[in-house]
């Protein structure tokens, strides 16, 4: 996946190159000395000429190939190592946890006991599946790493801790607009971060061109934060041959993509077309980050469920990152919930339950679209003024970016007792049929009346 580290374990017999000769910049195989120029923001190292030769050698190596392995956590590893022990007289004394007689854990009726670091196994396991397709190679491979979050906040705040932690440096593009708590989640990790261009106010679309310049000239080996479907606050989002693009952009520079997945089966009804982008991005064969959030498909708000993904070249980058995003959320938050967890494994795992949860989806998205619809038809049938408002129809999810000023969205709650944030997005999952004609009226008169 990535084509700039050099390899030359093939020289010689006795040459290999460990972490240690590449941070030191220069590798000495007999007489002949080679010298690497390494960005310090980068993971990947480039040859520049050296004395009397110059090579440049491309190998498939990992983009997380700078991570190693996390010690056991010094309690809990203890748990691990007594599970891996075999012997009949074992004891683990390790461990401040009550026992029964029989050295069994004794469960009280009015709790539950602690998930593993990494989350709920059956979870883990059907979240990465729902996300990448179950025949997917890269599940089959073992090549992702999985561990539960805190919903997406918590997920995208362990991805900026890892990033933070072993890219030092690197950037993170985020599109602008975006979801306001991204900026936060970054600056709390202390994540550099800029903005691509993506919300073109003249068409009330995607600015394609400038979101594909900003992604060319940003620093090689930059994490781009995408929205897998149903992009918030805008609604808009890229076409299928848009997304091929970008994919090809991002891989030409490098760059990672860090998928944001917050909608998966609410934007289209359908868990697989939502999911097309990352899948898209993983067929390309790169390595790719994404936080998953249950909280609006599933409606588990309050249970605080959801998942990060990284997509590795190889099963042993999987679990050396693995084992250092256990690491980072041991002191972050220690263990997930379980609550939410055995919801999701339930409902996914029961096939009737996964029909009918998908029906739900369905039925949900169509109201959306319904209600879409709806509001387009009564802002083209009372407008007069030839304003083409298409954007509408061609917005995906419950969001929609109606174009309004602060001004106007001021007058929308002022004069017409109508809610919404002042960057003018509206959630079309609070707007019923009956209230669009309503609705209509109110922007109409602020979009017009207010400068």
């Given at each position: 996946?990535?084509?700039?580290?050099?390899?030359?374990?093939?020289?010689?017999?006795?040459?290999?190159l460990s972490p240690h000769e590449i941070n030191k910049g220069k590798l000495n195989l007999g007489n002949t000395s080679l010298c690497f120029n390494?960005?310090?923001?980068?993971?990947?190292?480039?040859?520049?000429?050296?004395?009397?030769?110059?090579?440049?050698?491309?190998?498939?190596?990992?983009?997380?190939?700078?991570?190693?392995?996390?010690?056991?956590?010094?309690?809990?590893?203890?748990?691990?190592?007594?599970?891996?022990?075999?012997?009949?007289?074992?004891?683990?004394?390790?461990?401040?946890?009550?026992?029964?007689?029989?050295?069994?854990?004794?469960?009280?009726?009015?709790?539950?006991?602690?998930?593993?670091?990494?989350?709920?196994?059956?979870?883990?396991?059907?979240?990465?599946?729902?996300?990448?397709?179950?025949?997917?190679?890269?599940?089959?491979?073992?090549?992702?790493?999985?561990?539960?979050?805190?919903?997406?906040?918590?997920?995208?705040?362990?991805?900026?801790?890892?990033?933070?932690?072993?890219?030092?440096?690197?950037?993170?593009?985020?599109?602008?607009?975006?979801?306001?708590?991204?900026?936060?989640?970054?600056?709390?990790?202390?994540?550099?971060?800029?903005?691509?261009?993506?919300?073109?106010?003249?068409?009330?679309?995607?600015?394609?061109?400038?979101?594909?310049?900003?992604?060319?000239?940003?620093?090689?080996?930059?994490?781009?934060?995408?929205?897998?479907?149903?992009?918030?606050?805008?609604?808009?989002?890229?076409?299928?041959?848009?997304?091929?693009?970008?994919?090809?952009?991002?891989?030409?520079?490098?760059?990672?993509?860090?998928?944001?997945?917050?909608?998966?089966?609410?934007?289209?009804?359908?868990?697989?077309?939502?999911?097309?982008?990352?899948?898209?991005?993983?067929?390309?064969?790169?390595?790719?980050?994404?936080?998953?959030?249950?909280?609006?498909?599933?409606?588990?708000?309050?249970?605080?469920?959801?998942?990060?993904?990284?997509?590795?070249?190889?099963?042993?980058?999987?679990?050396?990152?693995?084992?250092?995003?256990?690491?980072?959320?041991?002191?972050?938050?220690?263990?997930?919930?379980?609550?939410?967890?055995?919801?999701?494994?339930?409902?996914?795992?029961?096939?009737?339950?996964?029909?009918?949860?998908?029906?739900?989806?369905?039925?949900?998205?169509?109201?959306?679209?319904?209600?879409?619809?709806?509001?387009?038809?009564?802002?083209?049938?009372?407008?007069?003024?030839?304003?083409?408002?298409?954007?509408?129809?061609?917005?995906?999810?419950?969001?929609?970016?109606?174009?309004?000023?602060?001004?106007?969205?001021?007058?929308?709650?002022?004069?017409?007792?109508?809610?919404?944030?002042?960057?003018?997005?509206?959630?079309?999952?609070?707007?019923?049929?009956?209230?669009?004609?309503?609705?209509?009226?109110?922007?109409?008169?602020?979009?017009?009346?207010?400068?």
């Amino acid at each position: 996946m990535a084509s700039s580290v050099l390899s030359l374990a093939s020289a010689t017999p006795s040459a290999s190159l460990s972490p240690h000769e590449i941070n030191k910049g220069k590798l000495n195989l007999g007489n002949t000395s080679l010298c690497f120029n390494k960005e310090k923001t980068n993971p990947f190292f480039k040859t520049k000429s050296c004395g009397r030769i110059s090579m440049v050698v491309t190998s498939n190596v990992s983009r997380f190939e700078g991570i190693t392995m996390a010690p056991p956590d010094p309690i809990l590893g203890v748990s691990e190592a007594f599970k891996a022990d075999n012997h009949d007289l074992k004891l683990n004394l390790g461990v401040g946890a009550y026992r029964t007689e029989e050295l069994q854990p004794y469960v009280l009726n009015v709790v539950k006991k602690y998930l593993p670091i990494e989350g709920l196994a059956a979870f883990n396991n059907v979240t990465a599946e729902l996300l990448f397709g179950a025949d997917n190679p890269v599940i089959k491979q073992q090549q992702v790493a999985t561990v539960q979050g805190l919903s997406g906040t918590g997920s995208l705040r362990l991805a900026a801790a890892l990033i933070e932690r072993y890219f030092p440096g690197a950037k993170v593009l985020i599109s602008s607009p975006t979801w306001g708590n991204h900026k936060n989640i970054f600056n709390d990790a202390r994540v550099p971060w800029s903005e691509y261009r993506y919300y073109d106010p003249k068409t009330v679309g995607l600015d394609f061109e400038g979101m594909i310049a900003d992604i060319k000239a940003a620093p090689e080996g930059s994490f781009i934060l995408l929205h897998g479907c149903a992009h918030n606050p805008t609604g808009i989002d890229p076409t299928p041959e848009q997304w091929g693009i970008i994919a090809n952009v991002i891989q030409e520079k490098n760059h990672i993509p860090f998928f944001d997945i917050a909608y998966q089966g609410f934007a289209s009804g359908s868990l697989d077309a939502d999911a097309a982008s990352v899948r898209m991005f993983v067929a390309h064969g790169m390595e790719v980050i994404a936080a998953q959030s249950y909280s609006k498909n599933l409606g588990l708000y309050a249970e605080r469920i959801g998942a990060l993904n990284v997509v590795c070249s190889s099963p042993d980058a999987a679990a050396r990152v693995k084992s250092q995003l256990k690491r980072i959320a041991r002191p972050m938050y220690s263990n997930p919930p379980v609550h939410g967890a055995r919801l999701v494994a339930n409902i996914v795992g029961d096939s009737a339950l996964f029909k009918e949860w998908n029906e739900e989806m369905e039925m949900m998205a169509g109201r959306i679209k319904n209600v879409r619809h709806k509001l387009f038809d009564s802002l083209s049938s009372k407008d007069k003024s030839g304003k083409d408002w298409s954007f509408v129809l061609k917005q995906i999810g419950m969001f929609s970016f109606t174009g309004l000023s602060k001004a106007q969205c001021d007058n929308m709650t002022n004069k017409w007792h109508v809610y919404m944030t002042k960057d003018g997005r509206i959630s079309l999952a609070g707007l019923s049929l009956a209230k669009c004609e309503y609705l209509a009226d109110a922007i109409i008169d602020s979009y017009h009346n207010v400068s």
